[in-house]
């Protein structure tokens, strides 16, 4: 089972606001990835969080490792459209190589 | 880079049919691993290859489920005697090294009726 808390679990927001999503976990992680899903297509990789601490940008996205390694943000500034989807964390548990998915979090942009 | 190739992207079968999946990952990538989703859920973990060796095996990959790596390049994924409750989204991953992130397929949607 999943051992991903993500919240919320669905947002709606106006175009042009800022958004942000994040992730717990009981158990301490070593690598926390952010995806995005579109409907009928596989997740693409936003951002990769290798170390405690670290704050990571890639555009409009930023992202941060939580420093007890047990929990992650995501920020999204200035929404559009086209950020519509829904945005999974996922996590590499110790020296298990498989990523351990949240369930997601569905982002809503009205214009 | 064509990205991760996963086929058929739609498959419709009859409880009971086996049925197979294949996966032909990045060329240069060794690491290879397969998910299934379901509706509302995140991807689950189901196996995991290096080069032609399955290194890792979820509980999730019931005695119906194989996967093969045969040359380390493209992979396969079968159900035999499939049930209802395999109706998932299946999806391939490919990685040069696990902590540069996976690169995902678009997935091969089961449905079984």
């Known amino acids: 089972g999943q051992q991903l808390n993500q919240s919320p679990q669905s947002m709606f927001i106006q175009e042009g606001e800022d958004v942000s999503m994040n992730c717990t976990s009981s158990?301490?992680?070593?690598?926390w990835l952010w995806y995005k899903q579109d409907p009928g297509e596989g997740p693409v990789l936003l951002i990769a969080?290798?170390?405690?601490?670290e704050l990571t940008s890639n555009g409009r996205l930023t992202a941060q490792f939580g420093t007890t390694r047990k929990d992650s943000f995501l920020n999204i500034s200035a929404s559009i459209p086209s950020d519509v989807g829904i945005y999974f964390c996922?996590?590499?548990?110790?020296?298990?190589?498989?990523?351990?998915f949240g369930s997601g979090t569905q982002l809503t942009v009205l214009p | 880079d064509t990205g991760v190739s996963q086929d058929p992207r739609h498959k419709i079968t009859k409880r009971g049919q086996n049925v197979t999946f294949r996966c032909d990952p990045i060329?240069?990538?060794?690491?290879l691993y397969w998910y299934r989703q379901t509706l509302g859920q995140g991807p689950e973990f189901l196996t995991y290859?290096?080069?032609?060796?399955?290194?890792?095996k979820s509980r999730l990959l019931s005695d119906r489920f194989s996967a093969e790596r045969p040359k380390g390049s493209f992979s396969t994924l079968e159900i035999q005697r499939t049930e209802q409750g395999d109706s998932a989204m299946y999806l391939c991953?490919?990685?040069?090294?696990?902590?540069?992130?996976?690169?995902f397929g678009s997935g091969t949607r089961l449905t079984v009726v």
């Open positions: 996922a996590g590499l548990l110790g020296s298990a190589r498989q990523l351990t």
């Open positions: 290859f290096q080069n032609e060796a399955q290194l890792e």
């Open positions: 158990s301490i992680f070593n690598t």
């Open positions: 060329s240069e990538h060794n690491r």
């Open positions: 991953a490919s990685s040069y090294r696990e902590y540069y992130g996976y690169t």
């Open positions: 969080l290798y170390k405690a601490g």
